[in-house]
């Protein structure tokens, strides 16, 4: 068992490095670095000598050959294909374990469907609706491994207790059992306010409005939810975007928009959530989850102010990331502490019909 979490540790890490590479990837406008898939220019790795440089505009007459941006792209890459094979690996354990096969097949059929994104990313050039997919999937994979993480020290804790039923009053927190709807909700709204970001970034609408609150003076007689919404088809490429200013502006004042009403609902849960908490786990979590929402908040600012500086919106990435990921992972705790009930025989059941991912 410590070595199947060790195994998954590395996998989150990994899996976060991704994540950066494909925000880094996506913002240096290296999506296209390789016109091709899995390779890059016919080759498994990206030009670099002149020689190379000219094989590949043989290969490839129409492209514009970026040797920096075919390496960001084939790193991003690289680090992709050892994300997999660790989450195979975690598949076959598994299933030798005869534990945590639910949770782990979802996973691998996850990394299955974002192999496949990758691919259309390149060979549909950055559709956005495509490229959007790609990123929920990436955020969707780092918050059910760390599920996984999570319900598995739960289980090595459960090995390596004698009578659990003697500890189990730690465990309890009435408190919040009410505010369980509003968690669901929070989550909800905090993966909606995610794919508005995407749908920002692969539209390359983030660099549209630099004026606070809102956007620049007249921004209201421009706005169209309508086209907000509407899907670019039938482009030769999507590099760079292909919507108009009104509709880039639009999505860009939504996703603010849905900023401050994630701020709000996380906030007042996060807040909520740690005054009523009575275990020192719950109320480090809701503080955690305090602070990343104004880590996320302070980015974003900075975003708007500095005109998006690279690393910066980068982290902005990895915060939204981290932020979904710990705030799914604090709604889970709080249903497996509602089902706790003092009988031994009642834990066991608990361990049995709730912690699904064990099956």
């Given amino acids: 068992m410590n070595r199947f979490a060790a195994l998954v540790n590395v996998t989150l890490a990994l899996t976060l490095m991704v994540i950066a590479l494909g925000a880094y990837t996506r913002l240096t406008d290296a999506g296209l670095g390789c016109p091709d898939w899995p390779g890059c220019y016919g080759k498994l790795t990206a030009p670099l000598h002149d020689g190379h440089i000219a094989e590949a505009q043989t ?85 059910l491994l760390a599920l996984l993480r999570v319900e598995l020290a739960w289980k090595i804790k459960v090995m390596n207790t004698d009578s659990i039923g003697l500890d189990i009053k730690k465990y309890r927190e009435p408190g919040l059992n009410s505010l369980l709807p509003l968690g669901y909700l929070t989550v909800l709204v905090l993966v909606l306010q995610i794919a508005l970001g995407g749908w920002t970034s692969s539209n390359y609408a983030a660099a549209v409005c630099y004026q606070l609150p809102v956007c620049e003076a007249g921004w209201n007689d421009r706005f169209s939810l309508q ?122 059941s608990v361990q049995k019909n709730h912690f699904v991912i064990d099956r």
């Fill in 227 to 348: 086209s907000a919404f509407s899907l670019p088809l039938g482009h030769d490429t999507y590099e760079y975007g292909v919507l108009p200013y009104e509709a880039r502006m639009s999505i860009h004042v939504l996703h603010r928009m849905g900023a401050v009403v994630t701020l709000l609902l996380l906030g007042s849960f996060a807040f909520l959530c740690w005054r009523r908490a009575v275990t020192k786990t719950i109320r480090v979590i809701a503080a955690s989850i305090g602070g990343l929402l104004l880590l996320q908040l302070t980015l974003g600012l900075i975003n708007i102010v500095a005109q998006l500086p690279l690393l910066n919106a980068v982290a902005h990435n990895l915060v939204a990331a981290n932020l979904l990921m710990l705030t799914v992972v604090f709604v889970r705790q709080i249903y497996l502490r509602r089902i706790v009930r003092e009988p031994l025989s009642e834990i066991k």
């Fill in 59 to 143: 290969k490839f007459p129409d492209a514009q050959i970026e040797p920096h941006k075919a390496h960001n792209e084939m790193l991003h890459r690289y680090i992709a294909g050892l994300l997999g094979l660790c989450v195979l690996a975690i598949a076959i354990v598994s299933l030798w374990l005869k534990k945590f096969r639910l949770l782990s097949g979802i996973i691998l059929l996850l990394v299955i469907v974002q192999a496949a994104l990758g691919m259309w990313t390149v060979t549909l050039n950055l559709l956005p609706l495509v490229v959007l997919a790609h990123l929920l999937g990436g955020f969707a994979l780092f918050t």
